[in-house]
């Protein structure tokens, strides 16, 4: 006697709706303490029920970020928008541009040095920090915007991705109508090649925008004036006064909670060009 058992598909979505939602709320989570405590005023903080309104007081917590130290919650928010937004857009650029050169053009060892820089991606940049704060030093960058910028312009797995949208969104006729007509290799780049290829543009950059935002260790070991902070070091900076001086606390809190809108802003807005990218990608 054989037995057939038959899989409910109603059961099987309910465990897949399940599952996301359970994803969900663990990623929304942080996010809705973020947005209830930075409501709070010291006391209730520290009391412990964060998540709820009572004690509305985010006004007077907007009023103390704006006002303490002269506004320099603000300065390290241009600084950060400085270093991410410059950042990420040029090193887009630098990556698209190489992309499209190991994906388009035919050189002598292009296989050997696109492993080399393949082998970038395994390096952590926390051990690279020292020898580029030892070379900053030697070229009288330390403590200064360039000792920032300068190593977020290159990112190997945004080469890597780049090559990919090259080969899957760039077909070789279209160059070659192009030099046919006259255009060089950099307007064929510029006109032809970079328009097609903006939807990975747009994924190198919101990758790289992400990571300069939240980059922390490189700033901690470049800078040391207070005026040069991006705001992961300047909130750290405050978060290491609430031990002696708590009213920190809310600063840090609703800092740290206006600090995720560039985030969300940027992926909102450029979202419907990541994902067509994403989908093609995955396609192809």
């Not at 970079?194 to 994924?203: A, E, H, N, S």
């Not at 992961?232 to 606390?249: A, D, K, Q, R, V």
Request: proline letters at 5%; one cysteine or more; charged letters at 10%.
């Amino acid at each position: 006697m054989s037995t057939t058992t038959r899989k409910n598909p109603w059961l099987s979505k309910a465990a897949v709706n399940g599952a996301l939602l359970l994803a969900v709320l663990y990623m929304l989570f942080p996010l809705v303490w973020l947005v209830t405590a930075a409501t709070k005023d010291t006391g209730s903080l520290l009391a412990g029920d964060t998540f709820s309104f009572k004690g509305f007081d985010l006004s007077k917590n907007l009023s103390d970020i704006a006002t303490y130290g002269d506004g320099v919650y603000f300065r390290w928010y241009g600084n950060s928008l400085l270093y991410a937004g410059v950042g990420a857009a040029v090193c887009s650029l630098i990556c698209v541009a190489a992309g499209y050169a190991f994906d388009k053009y035919e050189f002598r060892g292009k296989e050997k040095l696109f492993g080399l820089v393949l082998l970038g991606v395994l390096v952590p940049t926390t051990a690279l920090a020292l020898p580029m704060y030892l070379l900053a030093s030697k070229l009288g960058l330390v403590n200064t915007y360039w000792s920032v910028l300068i190593p977020v312009l290159v990112n190997p797995f945004g080469v890597y991705l780049a090559r990919v949208f090259s080969a899957g969104y760039i077909p070789g006729e279209a160059l070659e109508a192009a030099r046919i007509d006259g255009a060089g290799e950099l307007r064929t780049f510029f006109s032809i090649g970079l328009p097609m290829m903006m939807p990975g543009f747009v994924t190198v950059f919101l990758f790289q925008f992400t990571a300069i935002w939240n980059n922390f260790f490189l700033p901690l070991v470049m800078l040391s004036d207070r005026k040069l902070f991006p705001l992961s070091l300047g909130l750290y900076s405050w978060n290491t006064n609430t031990h002696s001086e708590p009213g920190f606390y809310p600063l840090v809190v609703t800092g740290s909670l206006l600090a995720v809108i560039p985030l969300i802003v940027a992926f909102v807005s450029l979202q419907r060009h990541w994902k067509a990218g994403l989908t093609a990608g995955s396609v192809k």
